[in-house]
């Protein structure tokens, strides 16, 4: 599950794509992402500093690229 945590989180930072790279981990609290089903959450500060949970719908962002997860621009999930 770790690997996979940590490949979703990778692919999410990439997708946000206004976030520095690394700025995931300094501005979101690693003990509350989670995955379920295909929404990541996570409690993450704003710009202000206030703490919000957030959620990204994986496969608007996502897809499974024969085997490989890519960022997927137009939401379909699949190739």
Known sequence: MKLTLTCLLTA????????AEGEFLNTCDIKSVKVSGKTLTAK???ILGQ??????????????????????PVGAGYV
Request: include cysteine; charged fraction near 25%; aromatic fraction near 6%.
């Open 44 to 46: 993450c500060k704003n």
């Open 12 to 19: 999410a930072v990439y997708v946000a794509g206004a976030i």
């Open 51 to 72: 703490e919000k949970c957030n959620k990204l719908e994986l496969n608007k962002c996502l897809k499974n690229l024969y085997g490989t997860i890519a960022v997927d």
